[in-house]
């Protein structure tokens, strides 16, 4: 009870911040942006198969799932024992030691009665945020589990635990799913990630890399651990400590700096036999990260409208090149010969649309990425697509979601 008193210690001593979110609005605001979604967002990303080329449609369980925080590492990086040190307590089903041993995704939620669910129950629940999974199939489904604990930290957020991320060529062949692209469908969906180090497995491997690299675009959200600092003395944790820099750096390709958490996250109290200072310097660190996972709940409405804006601006783009391309098919035959010309040409319709639409060069997609999706369907055969529905597009960037956030009054 200590953890409570002292968080909620905390919350008063900072409750006096001028107009924070409470829950209750926070979930009015989201309620609205679900009504604004399905009434004119929807039907159009339905019909043109938007879902195919961005992330599947959204259910109420993504709109109404509580914050998420990722944990990404390499094996053996004290990825679960972190949890269990942030909960206090052992979730089911979880297993530690010096090998690789979470094989799966576990995702760590609120239960009165400790129990796990396995993946294919979940994903067809669609209460839950995890419907979205099912595109990956059940190879991936089969390592998929939710573990519910009664923990009070998880009143509040939801964690996920990750497989640690392998060094080797040969494990990642024998997944059966594309890895990366299942923690892309994650981090898109949490609102803290946290990237896990330890100072004797600093290497990046080529799996790390491209995990890390599919998290650009969510910079904002990505901590760094390092985690088991008191392993290694002051000294060589200087070292450790700019080796890690400069490699997450080159990966991450951005000018800012990733804010490092130093310290050593178990259920024992940091041992000072190779780094006497150490032990005052872990527990300011712990304190710092803790009050970053309780100031999630605030941000996650935050991310969720701006996830929803960042997605609404993909339709509207995705609407505008399907009419494109669709208006320069020939009426009675030969589509498919105009159609694998207009694709091999992509780059060049994305240039004119840069300029007969006005649209920022930025907000299309990955020209690569569309051709082969599209070039799977018939663009003759998609619907036309009126003008007042690109209109009520633009209406819900331009006069609904701003509505919205006024009536609550958001500092944003």
């Not at 004119?40 to 993504?62: C, H, I, M, N």
């Not at 309780?294 to 609404?312: A, G, H, M």
Request: charged share 25%.
């Amino acid at each position: 009870g200590g953890g409570a008193a002292a968080a909620g210690g905390w919350q008063q001593t900072h409750g006096a911040t001028p107009k924070k979110l409470n829950t209750k609005q926070a979930t009015s605001i989201v309620d609205s942006l679900k009504e604004i979604y399905k009434s004119k967002v929807r039907p159009l990303e339905e019909a043109l198969k938007f879902g195919s080329f961005y992330s599947p449609l959204l259910t109420d369980g993504d709109f109404e799932g509580k914050p998420n925080v990722l944990l990404l590492g390499q094996y053996s990086t004290g990825k679960t024992t972190f949890i269990k040190h942030l909960l206090g307590t052992e979730y089911p089903g979880c297993n530690i030691g010096p090998e690789p041993t979470t094989d799966r995704f576990v995702v760590v939620m609120h239960g009165h009665e400790p129990r796990v669910t396995p993946g294919q129950t979940l994903a067809v629940q669609s209460d839950k945020p995890f419907t979205g999974l099912t595109a990956f199939g059940s190879s991936f489904l089969s390592k998929f589990e939710a573990s519910q604990c009664n923990a009070k930290l998880l009143e509040e957020i939801t964690l996920v635990d990750t497989p640690g991320v392998l060094s080797g060529e040969k494990q990642r062949i024998d997944r059966g799913y594309s890895f990366v692209q299942v923690c892309e469908w994650f981090a898109a969906r949490s609102d803290v990630i946290l990237l896990l180090f330890d100072p004797h497995k600093l290497d990046i491997s080529d799996e790390f890399k491209s995990v890390i690299s599919c998290l650009r675009g969510h910079d904002d959200k990505v901590r760094v651990v390092l985690n088991k600092a008191d392993q290694v003395s002051a000294q060589q944790l200087m070292r450790v400590y700019g080796a890690l820099m400069w490699s997450l750096g080159k990966v991450f390709m951005t000018p800012e700096v990733c804010k490092v958490y130093v310290g050593s996250f178990n259920d024992k109290p940091p041992s000072t036999e190779n780094n006497q200072l150490g032990a005052e310097l872990f527990a300011k660190e712990q304190a710092d990260l803790l009050k970053d996972l309780l100031d999630i709940p605030q941000r996650s409405c935050d991310r969720k409208v701006n996830e929803f804006v960042k997605r609404v601006r993909a339709a509207r783009t995705h609407v505008l090149i399907v009419a494109h391309l669709r208006k320069q098919m020939p009426v009675l035959t030969g589509f498919a010969e105009k159609q694998k010309k207009l694709l091999d040409n992509l780059e060049g319709e994305f240039e004119k649309m840069v300029h007969e639409y006005q649209l920022p060069r930025g907000d299309f997609p990955n020209v690569n990425k569309f051709r082969e999706i599209i070039s799977g369907m018939q663009i003759w055969k998609f619907p036309k697509i009126e003008k007042k529905a690109i209109k009520a597009l633009d209406d819900v960037l331009s006069v609904d979601i701003p509505a919205v956030l006024k009536l609550f009054d958001n500092p944003f």
